[in-house]
């Protein structure tokens, strides 16, 4: 077999592989459902780079999941990758009624909130429903508070949001000033979930902008930590006035 540009080919491929190769028939839903997290954080990470020949390879390993899942449910007889594939465009046709309907709609903002609306009609109990538990805690609380949004529960201006910050921040000290463990571990919480709101009113996505600061701190550490090891020392051995002196110097090559 040789590669092509088939969607078809790739399925019979993918069930090649379950039927032929050791390791992939032997595989379930639950042995691999931590790579498919893994693959999605390999995609992101080539968007975040700007390496578009790594982000193609992900999205198919992305997609070599989507056919991997289908090929065993298909095997029990729950769905196969025709079902997926009728699911996700009734899905998309049902909530886009201003594309596919009669609907009319002035904006994203209009599109946005049809969509919760829709999504309510079909059964969801909460606006909230559908985020998974396990999303990166940044991301759900932006995803939550967007919802919210969605559906009229917001702020009227940014300055709202950002008062009630400063109302967070203030709590946190006290706490801090306590010293009560608990109590700071939850108004730690309100502080963060407060800064992800005042970031949202500015199209400012928390999770990307903590990534992106992570980057930052894990490069210019690592410059620290090689500039000592070429003067011989390590960083235990070394005093913080030396840690920062090579500090400040990363900051002018990680910005």
């Known amino acids: 077999m040789k590669p092509s540009r088939s969607f078809d080919d790739l399925v019979e491929l993918v069930s090649i592989l379950r039927r032929e190769c050791p390791w992939d028939r032997k595989q379930t839903h639950e042995s691999i459902k931590d790579n498919l997290i893994e693959e999605a954080y390999e995609a992101i990470e080539a968007i975040d780079d700007g390496d578009f020949n790594e982000f193609k390879k992900e999205l198919g390993d992305l997609l070599l999941h989507v056919l991997f899942h289908s090929k065993m449910a298909s095997e029990t007889e729950f769905f196969d990758i025709g079902d997926v594939i009728y699911t996700l465009m ?4 049902t909530r886009h009624p201003h594309v596919f309907g009669e609907t009319k709609v002035k904006g994203e903002d209009e ?3 049809n969509w919760e609306n829709i999504k309510l009609k079909e059964g969801k109990k909460s606006t909230l429903d559908g985020l998974p538990v396990h999303l990166p805690a940044l991301i759900r609380a932006q995803r939550m508070q ?15 949001a950002w008062d009630k910050l400063e109302e967070e921040l203030h709590e946190f000290k006290e706490t801090l000033d306590e010293g009560n463990k608990e109590k700071s571990a939850d108004e730690f919480g309100d502080l963060l979930f407060s800064m992800v709101n005042v970031a949202r009113f500015f199209d400012l996505v928390a999770e990307d902008s903590l990534r992106k600061t992570n ?3 894990e490069d210019r550490f ?5 500039k000592l090891k070429e003067n011989g020392k390590l960083l235990k051995d070394s005093t913080l006035a030396e840690m920062d002196e090579y500090w400040e110097e990363s900051k002018k090559n990680f910005s």
Do not use: S, T
């Not at 690592?222 to 090689?226: D, I, K, M, N």
């Open 90 to 93: 009734d899905k998309l046709i």
């Open 215 to 217: 980057k930052k701190f």
């Open 222 to 226: 690592r410059y620290v930590e090689e």
């Open 111 to 113: 599109v946005a909130e």
């Open 146 to 160: 967007e919802k919210a949004a969605n559906v009229g529960f917001d702020w009227p201006e940014w300055r709202q």
